[in-house]
T-cell receptor, first 113, second 110 residues
Framework: DAGVIQSPRHEVTEMGQEVTLRCKPI?????LFWYRQTMMRGLELLIY????????DSGMPEDRFSAKMPNASFSTLKIQPSEPRDSAVYFC???????????FGQGTRLTVV | RKEVEQDPGPFNVPEGATVAFNCTYS??????FFWYRQDCRKEPKLLMS???SGNEDGRFTAQLNRASQYISLLIRDSKLSDSATYLC???????????FGQGTTLQVKP
């Protein structure tokens, strides 16, 4: 049974470039979360979708960040333009309505130079 | 004040020791509580949910104190393989979002 799938696993990009991170949640899961993890701030919730609708985006750092969920099996997190301080591991997680806990993908390690 | 606070540690303990972690939360409306485990350069994985009456899973015991707004995790007879970061997670009943603490690092030494 496939878990949450994220791509790419690693991304190195130059400052100012656009970065798109992708996530495929577990089939049948209604909620999807994007988190960012750094040593300084730990795991921060960026945005949370339920049934493809953004419920809470208060954690999105600024206008350079945007997230979409066009259907139940796909979500993207875009950073445009990217900055060195965006370097972090970005995790996607999903959860069915019948459960309270979330299941994580393996993460995308982003380095902006 | 952060929504979820943990002592980052590290906690360095010998094999066989008992170790306890606490986590405090600020939102009294929180309705679900978990401990996740994260190994180095890996994704977080659910260790156990925390129930109001307290619950045990082998060497691990979790407790919830709603009045004081904290949860705890007790690990008995520590193993080398318990070395990891333990993340406290609080779920909001209203919105369903999950908020993570910064994590507590445990190193179990031979």
């Amino acid at each position: 049974d496939a878990g949450v799938i994220q791509s790419p696993r690693h991304e190195v990009t130059e400052m100012g470039q656009e970065v798109t991170l992708r996530c495929k949640p577990i089939s049948g899961h209604n909620s999807l979360f994007w988190y960012r993890q750094t040593m300084m701030r730990g795991l921060e919730l960026l945005i949370y979708f339920n049934n493809n609708v953004p419920i809470d985006d208060s954690g999105m750092p600024e206008d350079r960040f945007s997230a979409k969920m066009p259907n139940a099996s796909f979500s993207t997190l875009k950073i445009q333009p990217s900055e060195p301080r965006d370097s972090a591991v970005y995790f996607c997680a999903s959860r069915p309505d019948s459960a309270l806990e979330a299941f994580f993908g393996q993460g995308t390690r982003l380095t902006v130079v | 004040r952060k929504e979820v606070e943990q002592d980052p540690g590290p906690f360095n303990v010998p094999e066989g020791a008992t170790v306890a972690f606490n986590c405090t939360y600020s939102n009294s409306a929180s309705q679900s509580f978990f401990w996740y485990r994260q190994d180095c350069r890996k994704e977080p994985k659910l260790l156990m949910s925390v129930y109001s009456s307290g619950n045990e899973d082998g060497r691990f015991t979790a407790q919830l104190n709603r009045a004081s707004q904290y949860i705890s995790l007790l690990i008995r007879d520590s193993k080398l393989s318990d070395s990891a970061t333990y993340l406290c997670v609080i779920g909001s009943g209203n919105t369903g979002k999950l908020i993570f603490g910064q994590g507590t690092t445990l190193q179990v030494k031979p």
